[in-house]
Structures are given as structure tokens and as C-alpha cells.
């Protein structure tokens, strides 16, 4: 039986694996690590604590987190700006936040 750590572990590398087809080739993705199944685990719950902006879908309001790095924030910013990724990123963030409900 799959863990929850296991199966987030599993959803961000697979939303990694998107962000590297889909980003612009000048975006690094490969700075954007993959992650631990305890790190998986600390986005979810991040993403937990986040959830006002996730319900409004607010991009500003996730990257006023002290909790995301670096890395990630420029990501948000790069998937902010490209609105063919909303729909499928804010899926991912969905995901996210229920499974630590």
C-alpha cells in the first residue's frame, strides 16, 4: 500500500516532468529538484496553509509564501505569465491541498 508521502512524491515529480515540456526553454527547470516523499509532503501542507490562494487562484498570494524557495517562486511567476498552464497548475495545487486534508 502506497504512503501519502509516496503518492505526493509520485504527483510532484509528475508535475515537475509537465513544467519541463511546457516551460519555456530559457527556464531552468532542472533547478526545480525532485523532491523527497518528506518534501513532497512539506509543499502539500505549504500548499495547505496557502489555500485561500489556491481557492482564488491567486498566483501573488502563493508567492508571498517564506516557505517556497527560491526556485519555485520563479516558476510561479513563469506559469503565472503563461495562461495555457493555469488550468492543469492550479489541478496540481488542488491535489495538493486535499490530500492533506
Keep these: ?10 504527483k510532484a515529480h509528475n ?5 519541463q515540456v511546457e516551460l519555456p526553454t530559457d527556464v ?3 533547478k526545480i529538484p525532485l523532491v523527497t516523499e518528506m518534501e513532497a509532503v512539506h509543499l502539500a501542507e505549504t500548499l495547505r496553509g496557502l489555500i ?3 481557492i482564488a487562484r491567486d498566483f501573488r498570494g ?3 509564501s ?3 524557495t527560491d526556485v519555485w517562486i520563479a516558476a510561479l ?3 503565472s505569465n503563461t495562461p495555457t498552464l493555469h488550468s492543469k497548475f492550479w489541478r496540481y495545487c488542488d491535489l495538493f491541498v486535499e490530500a492533506t486534508l
Design 15 to 19: 508535475m515537475r516532468s509537465w513544467l
Design 1 to 10: 500500500m502506497a504512503t501519502k508521502g509516496s503518492f505526493l512524491q509520485e
Design 62 to 64: 502563493l508567492r508571498s
Design 28 to 30: 531552468s527547470i532542472s
Design 66 to 68: 517564506s516557505k517556497l
Design 52 to 54: 485561500w490562494a489556491v
Design 77 to 79: 511567476i513563469t506559469i
